[in-house]
């Protein structure tokens, strides 16, 4: 009889092992996934000065890719937000900009085929006013301006591979400058381009995992 128990006791502890080792084998891990952010705001348009100079707000939009939404100005010296947009500027949590482990660098390639980060990558920081993460100027980091028509257009095959404050990673598309997310016709009045630019719409891949993969 004692062996008997001893016996059934033994097949409960190996069936429970098997099981657990099947629900271990057998976890699927979630897929990450691109998301679409419009119209998010960037020093803000105010008004002309006598000369018909614009006069923005002067304050970066901090945006936290980890919990994709705007963060308050107030959080601006924390690490809850990853990057911050004022104009065609757009800075990490990094360096000179902030006190998290931010960073980035500009991919040149398709942004559905950057499946994972190169290993030969170099993330940059941020060091302000010299240099940024993600490189300033016209036809050097992610836009094109067109001085005649006075309009910004995201540079095609460009990819913005990020480090957020807490040392994970996505990787960002600018799609459009404008408001509403469509690129404003060169024929259209420099009221309208002036009110509707500064607005940002782009796609993100977070990676919550912190593996260098998408």
Known sequence: MKKTIQSIVLMVIISSS??????????????????TVKDIPADTVVGLSAQGIPITNGK????????????????????EWDIAFMSTRIITN????????????????????????????????????????????????????DGLTNLITPLAG?????????GKYAKMEILCYYKGGVTLA?????????????YYTFRFTYQPNGTKTF
């Not at 913005?160 to 807490?166: E, F, G, N, R, Y």
């Not at 060169?186 to 500064?198: F, P």
């Open 18 to 35: 098997i099981v657990a080792c099947t629900k271990s084998d057998t976890a699927t891990v979630m897929p990450v996934t691109a998301v």
């Open 60 to 79: 970066y939009t901090f945006y936290s890719l980890e919990r994709n939404t705007i963060v308050p100005n107030t959080d601006s010296a924390s690490t």
């Open 94 to 145: 990094g360096g000179t900009s902030g006190t998290g482990l931010g960073g980035a660098f500009v991919y040149t390639g398709l942004f559905d085929g950057l499946t994972s980060i190169p290993t030969d990558s170099v993330f940059k920081t941020d060091n302000a006013p010299t240099s940024y993460a993600i490189t300033t100027g016209s036809g050097n980091g992610w836009y094109n301006y």
């Open 158 to 166: 460009r990819v913005l591979v990020i480090k957020t404050a807490s």
């Open 186 to 198: 060169a024929t259209a009045s420099d009221a309208d381009k002036l009110n509707k630019q500064r």
